[in-house]
């Protein structure tokens, strides 16, 4: 960001400075910016507001979470899937890619069926597969500035991005599957009951993660989840 010479006086850099942090503050607390303008736009925010600050760690640490949100993930190679209601992205494969984007189409179908409306919007739901956990763990510190190490996939509300690894201890992709509905299941909900209370939102989510989906559709669900099990005897 380029200041001009009358930037530099020092009552219009307070003035600049309280304006653009009040557009900040509203940034951390407003709806998630799902849409790539709306990102595109806060980045700039932020380069203004770093200019303006440039020793607000806060700042400086979410203009570099909104930055690696814009860029994804860095990839080798890319594979990617679009259908209506979904832009997935893979550096597994094109088949699994395609595989994946048809069964999430097929879940928010479902979902869409149980909660009625959906929301209005032009914008697709981002999903990225990484192929370790290693990748899945540094692209969601690189956004969130937390590695999530105790998960196998996660929903960033912040940016709408839905993220999983597909878990080699996993041969059968049965758990990778039901974290994949699980956390989908976030994605759709969020836009429709933004302030879904934390307990009912994670017990419809484990509810219909087990959901069984043949030939397009869903044929089954609710089936008991085998770790939550073990974990109570």
């Known amino acids: 960001v380029e200041l001009n010479d009358s930037d530099y006086s020092a009552a219009t850099i307070r003035v600049k400075r309280q ?12 709806r998630p910016m799902s849409e790539r303008v709306q ?7 932020l380069s203004m507001a770093l200019a303006l600050d440039p020793w607000n760690d806060e700042v400086r640490a979410f203009r570099r979470n909104v930055s690696n949100a814009l860029k994804g993930p860095p990839w080798q190679r890319t594979h990617e899937e679009q259908t209506e209601h979904y832009v ?15 069964e999430l189409e097929a879940i928010r179908t479902f979902y869409t069926q149980q909660f009625g409306g959906v929301e209005k919007t032009s914008d697709k739901a981002l999903v990225y597969i990484f192929d370790t956990r290693e990748g899945f763990q540094s692209y969601a510190q690189l956004t969130t500035d937390d590695r999530v190490e105790s998960l196998l996939g ?9 993220l999983l690894y597909e878990d080699r201890d996993d041969p059968s992709l049965e758990e990778t599957r ?13 836009p429709l009951i933004p302030e879904m209370p934390f307990w009912l939102n994670e017990g419809f989510a484990d509810y219909f993660s087990t959901a069984r989906v043949e030939g397009g559709r869903v044929t089954a669900r609710g089936a008991p989840i085998v770790g939550r099990l073990r974990d109570l005897r």
């Open 88 to 102: 997935v992205r893979t550096n597994i494969s094109s088949r699994r890619c395609a595989d994946y984007a048809q």
């Open 154 to 162: 996660c929903f960033l509300p912040r940016y709408r991005q839905l």
């Open 19 to 30: 304006a653009v942090l009040k557009r900040i503050r509203h940034l951390f607390k407003s």
């Open 39 to 45: 990102l595109e736009e806060a980045l700039k925010d």
């Open 178 to 190: 039901r974290v994949l509905y699980h956390e989908a299941f976030h994605q759709f909900i969020s």
